[in-house]
Each structure stands twice: as structure tokens, then as C-alpha cells.
């Protein structure tokens, strides 16, 4: 029901877009006001959250689709969709905010015309004409050379996502993407940034600093390569094990938030992984950011004991961003000796 759409430059991290394809179809019969004079078009997106610093100066554009979303769709959000639509098809020229939960797009004369002329009904429902004539539109970021930028959170389920018509007699007709078929996607280049220097380091280098990222960006694993000189040595009880990840500030807008929490895990698969254990329950050491302290904290006592007692060997764990899947949210964190494991312990 929701989608990100937008941009972000950065130097830290490189560019990220988000763009989105939808169907959009009438709840009315818009033709029914044919004898009306036709002012405008305007596409309303509605807004939960805005991740960044709005700025109208990092352009959006508004494409009518040359193809048609499938009905029995796979799209993942790495989907290749520029062969849906030609940049002739564009069909605004500017947004702007409306109040603080509506983007508003103003749609081009040609296309309102040929949005209301196209219209028909059978029975007061919409005819199938007219989404063989209007295959939808892809809102699609247009990717600048200036830092910044921010994220808008569509919901595209909303009554006011719509695209509307207003009439010169105060008449309007709406046409709604929630009526529709519709997908996101989202697309990473980190060319020129500094973290493309860490993804193209040797992989048993060991980074200074640790980018993560939501939406389905990078994230990071560390691992404890020391643990083994205390094993064979004592025997020793985990009273507690704090693993304390304190944050590099980037020096970029607050408005690009810090994620409220991270988590770690250990990869069952390239594609599987499991909480560790303790770190991502804990009542305090949970992963969730101390914002005093520009810090996140993990427990991971049960973890370290299960280390040194054998039960455990996979000392390799992935830092990622809650939510993941579905935050735009990202931090840079301090890695190298700046990470700290502080244990408490009985040795006997």
C-alpha cells in the first residue's frame, strides 16, 4: 500500500531512487461533465512521512506508460521498468508540496484532454476501454548533481492518491491508483561515493567505518577474531557481554534520521539468517539507539558464553537496519577499535 518516491545524493552513501508504476482508474464517470470547460489536472500523492529535507529543486517527473502492468505481476524492487514509457511521454513539468501531507503534481492540457475524451462507462462502471487507452503512469525521479534530496512515503491506498480533474464551474473527477495494479522500485548507484571504497576493498580488509542502509541497501557483518585465546585457557562464567557500536556523524541534515534500531543475526544461508541470541530481546541492550550517546548497545552474553564453551562457533555476525525491508532510514557507525565488548565475568 505504500511506496518511497524520490531521491537522495550523498557522499557517504551515493544516490538512491525511488520510483513508482500504477494503474489509476475512475470511481466515476468523468465524461459525464462533457458539456463543462476543463481547467486542469493535478496528480495528488498522499504523504505519511518525508524522509530528508524537502527541496522542489530535485525533480520529479510523471510518465504515461507505454505497456501495461501485468495482471499476475512479479516485480521486485530492482525491476528494470524504463521500457514501459518514453521520456516523450512526460506529462508534467513541476510538484510541489501541499500543505505538509500532499505532493502535487499539475498534469499537461494534452494529457487532460485525452484523460477526459477517453473516459467511458457501461452501466456506471468503467469500461475496460479505458485502461486499454491509460496502461498507467510511472512517477520516476530525475537524478541531479547536488547533494541532498528526501523521500516521500505514497500511500497509495488512500481516497486522497488520485489523480484529479477540476473543471471551470467548480465540477471535478477523480481518478484513483488504488483501483489499479501498481509496483516500487528502488535503485542504489554508489559510484564516486566513499562507501563504493569499502565495497571494493578486499574482503578480508577490515573497514573503518560501517554503512547501513534500509530499503533493502547494504549492510555489514563483524567478527570476533579473538575470542579464541580464551578458550582452553579458564573457564569462565558470562555474566554479561555488551557489544557497543557508537555512531560516525556524516555531518548531513538531521532529517535524514538514524534507523531506532538495528539487529544482528547469524546467516544460516546466503539468504537465511537468525537472530543472535539475546542480542535483538534484551530489556536494554536491544539494538535500539541511544541518541544521548550516538550509540547503539547490544546483550549478547548468552551468545559470547555459547563461544567459549564450544556450543557455538560461528563468530561472524551481520549488523542490517530493522525494517529493513520497508525504512529508508541509515547510519554510519564507527568500526575498527572504536567498537567496544565490555564483559562481565567469573573466571575459575
Not at 63 to 92: G, R
Amino acid at each position: 500500500t505504500s511506496y518511497y518516491v524520490g531521491l537522495i545524493n550523498s557522499s557517504y552513501h551515493g544516490s538512491f531512487e525511488g520510483s513508482l508504476v500504477t494503474q489509476f482508474k475512475p470511481s466515476q464517470v468523468a465524461n459525464v461533465f462533457k458539456t463543462a470547460t476543463i481547467d486542469s489536472a493535478v496528480l495528488f500523492l498522499n504523504v505519511d512521512t518525508i524522509y530528508g529535507v524537502t527541496n522542489n529543486n530535485f525533480v520529479i517527473n510523471v510518465y504515461q506508460l507505454d505497456s501495461a502492468i501485468s495482471e499476475d505481476p512479479i516485480y521486485y524492487v530492482s525491476t528494470d521498468f524504463s521500457n514501459m514509457y518514453s521520456e516523450s511521454n512526460k506529462i508534467n513539468s513541476t510538484y510541489r508540496m501541499q500543505g505538509d501531507s500532499i505532493v502535487a503534481f499539475k498534469l499537461s492540457p494534452a494529457f487532460t484532454n485525452l484523460l477526459i475524451n477517453n473516459t467511458y462507462a457501461e452501466n456506471d462502471t468503467v469500461d475496460s476501454l479505458f485502461t486499454e487507452s491509460f496502461k498507467g503512469i510511472a512517477i520516476v525521479p530525475q537524478n541531479p548533481a547536488v547533494m541532498g534530496g528526501q523521500l516521500f512515503k505514497v500511500n497509495t491506498v488512500s481516497g486522497n492518491s488520485r489523480i484529479a480533474v477540476f473543471y471551470n464551474d467548480s465540477l471535478s473527477a477523480s481518478y484513483y491508483l488504488s483501483n489499479g495494479n501498481r509496483f516500487g522500485t528502488y535503485k542504489y548507484n554508489t559510484a564516486g561515493s566513499q562507501l563504493n571504497n569499502f565495497l571494493e576493498n578486499p574482503e578480508a580488509e577490515s573497514d573503518s567505518l560501517i554503512y547501513l542502509q534500509g530499503l533493502n541497501g547494504v549492510h555489514s557483518k563483524i567478527i570476533l577474531n579473538n575470542y579464541i585465546d580464551w578458550i582452553n585457557v579458564s573457564k569462565y562464567s558470562i555474566i554479561k557481554a555488551e557489544l557497543i557500536f557508537p555512531i560516525y556523524e556524516t555531518g548531513e541534515s538531521q532529517n535524514y534520521f538514524y534507523p531506532d534500531n538495528l539487529y544482528l543475526a547469524q546467516a544460516e544461508s546466503d539468504s537465511t539468517f537468525v537472530s543472535t541470541i539475546d542480542a535483538n530481546k534484551s530489556k536494554f541492550f536491544d539494538g535500539t539507539l541511544d541518541l544521548t550517546k550516538k550509540q547503539y548497545r547490544f546483550d549478547i552474553s548468552r551468545y559470547m558464553q555459547n563461544l567459549l564453551n564450544g556450543k557455538e562457533t560461528d563468530s561472524c555476525m551481520y549488523i542490517r537496519i530493522n525494517n529493513y525491508n520497508s525504512e529508508p532510514n541509515r547510519v554510519v557507525l564507527k568500526s575498527g577499535n572504536n567498537i567496544k565488548l565490555k564483559i562481565t565475568y567469573t573466571k575459575h
